[in-house]
């Protein structure tokens, strides 16, 4: 059993930049892949990021690539995404997960409850 919780969200505009965090508490944080995933109004969750049990590998949408940043710190249990250039279109909850590297979500087992990220233009 492993417990998530996203924290560090907020209202930024745009252009500027917010990092998130999700806090892992139960099982061995360093023992899974981690993954960001986010969620507009209205529309489906989408990938966002995600990172394996060795930090050096990492994806991204392309929708953010070289804006944002995941990174993981095993000995905090914590995963975090730094977002830069944050548009509009970035607006959504972004949720923390874990389970493996990738980019589907069936490949998580456990996820955060959400914080939500507003950019306003």
């Known amino acids: 059993q492993v417990q998530l919780v996203e924290s560090g969200g907020g209202l930024v505009q745009a252009g500027g930049s917010l990092r998130i965090s999700c806090a892992a508490s139960g099982r061995t944080f360093s023992s899974y892949g981690m993954g960001w995933f986010r969620q507009a109004p209205g529309k489906e969750r989408e990938f966002v990021a995600t990172?394996?049990?060795?930090?050096?590998?990492?994806d991204y949408a392309d929708s953010v690539k070289g804006r944002f940043t995941i990174s993981r710190d095993n000995a905090k249990s914590t995963v975090y995404l730094e977002m830069n250039s944050l548009k509009a279109e970035d607006t959504a909850v972004y949720y923390c997960?874990?389970?493996?590297?990738?980019?589907?979500?069936?490949?998580?087992?456990?996820w955060g409850q959400g914080t939500q990220v507003t950019v306003s233009s």
């Open positions: 990172i394996g049990r060795d930090s050096t590998i990492t």
């Open positions: 997960a874990a389970g493996n590297l990738g980019r589907s979500p069936t490949i998580y087992l456990y």
